[in-house]
């Protein structure tokens, strides 16, 4: 099977960050005399839109403004705990090259908010290989992982079907949310040494494990 493009995931794909995510969290949370497992973290956090989390903390009578606000502050948490620590997954910069020289679409498809996808596009300079424009973000006007409309919607900016690309996902949601889409192929990039046997899908832990042949 070839395939005629690429889809990322952010956090903890492209930029593994889970730990940056997990102790902002940690830090928000102890401000509001909350207290989750990992298990716990794994399951209402990871790979969700801020939305999902926050109601799925708090509870759903959050008002749209209180989500805002409590977004807000955890992502500048995360900002400031990440920002000495911004580097690419191993081997991801060399795909990227070769995608781009090879003239294979590719884009990112997040569940970030706008304030940290342009972030990561000024202090990762990822204007290098990705236009603002056609990063799929959390903007609100579609439903978050485990629903497969994030992909769907990456899928068609670069104007293919989801069978026509391979997404790279680390949550659990994410995945779920690929397989949903329909992805024509699905790379688990295991950047926290999770376990992912319950999917049937590839894993790897370096970029260059990806096969440059699977690409038109």
């Known amino acids: 099977m070839i395939f005629k493009g690429a889809?990322?995931?952010f956090n903890g794909t492209i930029l593994w960050d889970t730990a940056f995510h997990d102790k902002a969290f940690d830090i928000f949370l102890d401000r509001h005399n909350v207290q989750l497992t990992k298990k716990e973290k794994r399951i209402k956090i990871h790979?969700?839109?801020?939305?999902?989390?926050?109601?799925?903390?708090?509870?759903?009578?959050?008002?749209d403004s209180e989500v805002n606000d409590f977004a807000q502050e955890k992502?500048?948490?995360?900002?400031?705990?990440?920002?000495?620590?911004?580097?690419?997954?191993?081997?991801?910069?060399?795909?990227?090259?070769?995608l781009k020289k090879s003239g294979i679409p590719f884009s990112i498809?997040?569940?970030?908010?706008?304030?940290?996808v342009r972030f990561y596009f000024e202090h990762m300079h990822l204007?290098?290989?990705?236009?603002?424009?056609n990063v799929t973000?959390?903007?609100?006007?579609?439903?978050?992982?485990p629903f497969?409309?994030?992909?769907?919607?990456?899928?068609?900016?670069?104007?293919?079907a989801p069978h026509e690309t391979i997404v790279f996902e680390d949550s659990v949601a994410g995945i779920i949310a690929a397989e949903k889409a329909g992805a024509g192929k699905i790379y688990i990039v295991n950047s926290y040494n999770d376990n992912y046997s319950q999917f049937p899908h590839e894993v790897i832990t370096h970029f260059d494990a990806v096969d440059r042949k699977l690409f038109v």
């Open 137 to 145: 973000y959390n903007d609100g006007n579609f439903r978050g992982k």
């Open 148 to 160: 497969p409309d994030i992909f769907m919607i990456a899928a068609s900016k670069l104007g293919l």
């Open 7 to 9: 889809i990322f995931d």
């Open 47 to 63: 790979g969700k839109p801020n939305p999902d989390i926050m109601r799925g903390i708090f509870g759903k009578q959050l008002t």
């Open 75 to 98: 992502e500048q948490i995360y900002r400031d705990l990440i920002i000495n620590d911004l580097q690419f997954a191993p081997g991801a910069v060399d795909l990227f090259n070769f």
């Open 109 to 116: 498809a997040t569940s970030a908010d706008i304030e940290n």
């Open 127 to 133: 204007d290098r290989w990705f236009n603002l424009e």
